[in-house]
């Protein structure tokens, strides 16, 4: 079972306390984007093997969006962050890339 740390509350929760959110740090597609670019933000995601930056909500803690790294396919959490945090914390990029190197969170699904 997949747990994550909610860096607001500081609860370990077990994924059936969580809700997820899709793929992090998204740049949203703004009004003067082509319909092929807003269709391409709503719908169109990779789907990393490997290391992945997500977003999660602690639905039955304290409410809050987070964000997660982890892998996808051992399950192994590199660390959380919170929600307004506009890219990874260094000791987050650090642990991925001592299993991954040469990953990059601007490449990354």
Not at 17 to 25: K, V
Not at 65 to 89: K, M, N, S
Request: charged share 20%; hydrophobic share 40%.
């Amino acid at each position: 079972m997949l747990l994550l740390t909610c860096p607001y509350c500081g609860i370990a929760a077990e994924e059936t306390e969580l809700a997820p959110g899709g793929a992090a740090h998204l740049t949203r597609a703004g009004p003067e984007a082509s319909d092929a670019a807003f269709d391409a933000y709503l719908f169109l995601r990779d789907n990393p093997k490997g290391p992945h930056l997500e977003r999660w909500r602690h639905a039955m803690g304290c409410g809050k969006w987070f964000l997660a790294a982890r892998d996808t396919v051992t399950h192994e959490v590199y660390g959380t962050y919170p929600a307004q945090t506009r890219e990874p914390p260094a000791e987050v990029v650090a642990r991925i890339r001592a299993r991954h190197p040469g990953w990059s969170w601007r490449s990354a699904g």
